[in-house]
């Protein structure tokens, strides 16, 4: 369990101090070119969820982030799989990063918007936590494909 909230944490740090720096030194300049066009350090304020969609729905965005957590929290005790264990932290420290701007920055309390600045090709501009919350979801895939359970039988 402890597993879960360490991972949780570490994410939610990094996330954190990235967005700080991206206000810091991306807001009030141009795109800025790492690996040509493949990679660019680009700031916005997205005011929706992924792709920037549904903006006028980030109260319920951040009401479900609000339960995922609330489930995490709740089950985490029962995960027996180190796999898992993963997956819910990266989910954890991702859910917690994305709602930290929701609920702290403009416009307001659980509509606040969301600091993104990682730029690739042909997808839509994001952040550390989104980065957790995509490795998670494919960390998921992996282990139940491998038919690998969350929680291991007693024996």
Do not use: C
Not at 6 to 17: H, T
Not at 44 to 59: C, D, E
Not at 102 to 127: A, T
């Amino acid at each position: 369990m402890r597993r879960i909230f360490a991972i949780g944490w570490a994410v939610w740090l990094f996330d954190f101090v990235t967005k700080l720096w991206a206000i810091e030194v991306l807001a009030s300049r141009e795109p800025v070119k790492v690996l040509g066009s493949f990679l660019q350090l680009t700031f916005i304020k997205n005011p929706g969820a992924a792709f920037s969609l549904g903006s006028g729905f980030t109260i319920v965005f951040s009401l479900f982030a609000l339960a995922v957590a609330v489930f995490i929290t709740y089950f985490s005790t029962r995960v027996t799989s180190k796999g898992w264990m993963v997956v819910m932290g990266l989910v954890l420290g991702g859910v917690f990063g994305n709602l930290t701007d929701r609920i702290f920055r403009e416009p307001g309390f659980l509509r606040g918007h969301v600091i993104d600045w990682i730029q690739l090709p042909m997808w839509p501009v994001f952040n550390i936590a989104d980065t957790a919350i995509v490795i998670a979801a494919s960390l998921a895939v992996y282990l139940s494909v491998r038919d690998i359970s969350p929680i291991g039988k007693v024996r």
